[in-house]
Nanobody, 130 residues
């Protein structure tokens, strides 16, 4: 059984730079497409960033240049470094994994719906105050 556990959220001021972590248990995740999603109250879950097995990354336009997705294979941990946070970044942030490489399309966050990711964490809340 694969489990994803997020951490690192909290309340931050605009311009803050927290780093989210997602620890993966039960499998060596480096063979997965990994992603970060977020969901604000009353809004649909949206993809934020993804990282493929070869380390290639994609981002949604609203976070390009501010967020960085990365992974530490030795620690089986995924990260999301968030810089220059804005109040509109306030949301619950989720880590997700797709083990079915290629079945639902490329590991490109702009081309993948949340439903195509198989494993999910419970999320970590990020609240940005102005």
């Amino acid at each position: 059984q694969v489990q994803l556990v997020e951490s690192g959220g909290g309340s931050v001021q605009s311009g803050g730079s927290p780093r989210l972590s997602c620890a993966v248990f039960g499998h060596t995740y480096s063979s997965y497409c990994m992603g970060w999603f977020r969901q604000a109250p009353g809004k649909e879950r949206e993809g934020v960033a993804a990282i493929d097995r070869d380390g290639s990354t994609t981002y949604t336009d609203s976070v390009k240049g501010r967020f960085t997705i990365s992974q530490d294979n030795a620690k089986n941990t995924l990260y999301l470094q968030m810089n220059s946070l804005k109040p509109e970044d306030t949301a619950m942030y989720y880590c997700a994994a797709d083990p079915f490489i290629g079945v639902f399309g490329p590991c490109d966050i702009g081309r993948r719906a949340a439903a195509t990711f198989h494993y999910w964490g419970r999320g970590t809340q990020v609240t940005v105050s102005s």
